[in-house]
């Protein structure tokens, strides 16, 4: 789901959290997965990128 991505039992429970804080503001269910998704894959990115 989160392409290669693992996360730990806090994470995946900090990530539902979010994803159920988007859909009380309004947003679908597949929306809000995809949103938490995206950030997580653009986080792991940035932490595994080399400094500059």
Partial sequence: M???VTLN???Q???AERIHALM???MSS???IMQVANEIR???AQ???PEE
């Fill in 2 to 4: 989160f392409d290669g």
């Fill in 9 to 11: 039992h806090e994470q």
């Fill in 13 to 15: 429970q900090e990530a």
């Fill in 24 to 26: 009380a503001e309004g």
């Fill in 30 to 32: 597949g929306e809000a």
């Fill in 42 to 44: 653009t986080q792991a």
């Fill in 47 to 49: 932490a595994s990128s």
